[in-house]
């Protein structure tokens, strides 16, 4: 397993451009079992979960041609015939439910596993679940397998929400189900991510109709054939705001370029009540920071609130700043692993129960580190980035999973980085599993 040798203290600057987004990408990829014609897929960051998400479809007879260097994925689905999602190639992504949907709208049945558990918290389906029951699907869950069947999906009122708040994937899932019930599906408590968004503006060039793209409620009017496309997924809000987090970890100066700043106003917000100077144009975003920031409360919420796929990131940020600071997580209660890795780096922090009270220290020092999720191992090479000495970040295929490169891209901007080859990728590949 790859790790990373971190040599803290050097301030990032200049610019950097963010690539797709990953969250985008995999939908969409899932959107293309919806047609028979090509779907072309443009501005494809080079990631694992994309590796995976590829051969999930291949499983279920797409034809996939990916060509990594320009970034476009090329998904043609002739044969109909597979209808089984096997758990060993479920199991390294959650993105991967996301067939569920579409299997059963074209081919009208699925058999799909139980997406991979994820170190973030527990991760049920069971909205995705109730949306195609409401569709009308005929659903068992055996051994691990979903199997679900309708003849043909019907178009009905459904609310889809939790405790937490709306569902990214689950409205994925019902949406482009939807696309080919029959008559009217009213989803009410969508999910207003941007990567909603970009899917439904996907499926809306492939033919579906889809009233109130953006809004909490979703007028799906059902069609009987959706035909191919040809998009350039949105850039990674997610990629952007970790640079400017690191930006402003660094006490640095870093233009974001290729950005949507506005999918991102919440962080920005933030960064700027915790002293950063942050300056926006319609697609790049500047941020510097001063010597010493002030303390912030955040709690993380669906879109437009405080992303909590930024949580991790932040609080890396907030273990310098100048006083105590408040992490209310309200999407994942328990997305708190990086907690105790900071804890080694000389970090002050105390949890209780969803929310930590980070007491900013003068400095963090190198150490040695483990990464065990996505976005807590991002927080953890911020957190080196910005540390005294020396830091080791191990099992860095978490990283890999969603950010292209990382390695390269932050020592271009100044940062001591270096990626050492370790032990078997085999062990690493079967250990990754979230998203
Ligand atoms: N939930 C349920 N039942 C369900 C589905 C969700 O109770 O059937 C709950 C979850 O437990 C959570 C909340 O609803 O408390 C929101 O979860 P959501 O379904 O929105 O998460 P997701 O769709 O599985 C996507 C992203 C995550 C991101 C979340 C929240 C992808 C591939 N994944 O997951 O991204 O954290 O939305 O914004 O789009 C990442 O990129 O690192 C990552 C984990």
């Known amino acids: 397993m790859d790790r990373f040798i971190i040599e803290g203290g050097h301030r990032l600057t200049g610019e950097v451009a963010v690539g797709g987004a990953k969250n985008s990408v995999l939908p969409i990829m899932a959107a293309a079992l919806l047609t028979d014609e090509e779907v072309v897929i443009r501005r494809v960051p080079r990631l694992r979960d994309v590796a995976s998400q590829v051969k ?91 199997e679900a069947s309708s003849p043909r999906l019907r178009g009905n009122t459904l609310f889809l929400g939790s405790s937490a708040g709306s569902t990214v994937l689950g409205t994925a899932n019902v949406v482009m189900a939807a696309t080919l019930a029959e008559g009217e599906t009213l989803l009410e408590n969508a999910a207003q991510e941007p990567e909603v968004v970009d899917l439904c503006h996907v499926l809306a060039k492939m033919g579906a109709q889809i009233d109130g793209i953006g809004s909490h409620c979703l007028r799906i009017t059902g069609v009987d054939k959706l035909h191919g496309v040809d998009h350039a997924v949105i850039p990674d809000r997610i990629e952007a705001g970790t640079f400017a987090i690191a930006a402003a970890m660094t006490k640095g100066d870093l233009t974001v370029r290729g950005c949507q700043p506005r999918d991102l106003l919440a962080l920005i917000e933030r960064l700027r009540a915790a002293g950063c100077d942050v300056a926006t144009g319609a697609d790049w975003l500047r941020v510097a920071a001063p ?64 929310t930590a009270l980070v007491e900013g220290v003068a400095k963090l020092s190198g150490a040695p580190v483990m990464a065990s999720d996505l976005r807590g191992s991002a927080a953890l090479v911020l957190a080196g980035l910005a540390a005294e000495g020396e830091t080791t970040v191990d099992r860095v295929y978490h990283i890999d999973r969603g950010y292209e490169r990382i390695d390269e891209r932050l020592r271009l901007l100044g940062a001591k980085i270096e990626r050492r080859a370790g032990e078997s990728q085999a062990l690493s590949m079967a250990a990754g599993a979230g998203g």
Do not use: N, W
């Open 291 to 354: 010597r010493r920031l002030r303390p912030i409360d955040v709690t993380t919420l669906p879109h437009p609130g405080f992303p909590t796929d930024l949580q991790a990131q932040l609080m890396a940020l907030l273990t310098t700043a100048d006083g105590i600071s408040m992490i209310h997580e309200r999407i994942y209660p328990d997305r708190f692993i990086h907690v105790a890795e900071l804890h080694r780096m000389g970090a002050r922090i105390r949890k209780e129960g969803a």
């Open 56 to 146: 999930v479809l291949q499983s279920l007879g797409a034809r996939v041609l990916h060509d990594e260097k320009q970034g476009i994925l090329r998904i043609r689905c002739d044969d109909e015939t597979p209808i089984t999602a096997p758990y060993e190639l479920m199991k390294t992504m959650r993105a991967s439910i996301c067939v569920l949907g579409p299997l059963l709208a074209k081919r009208k049945r699925a058999r799909v596993s139980m997406p991979g558990g994820c170190v973030i918290g527990v991760r049920p389906i069971d909205l995705h679940l109730k949306g195609m029951e409401g569709l009308g699907a005929t659903l068992d869950v055996r051994a691990g397998y979903v």
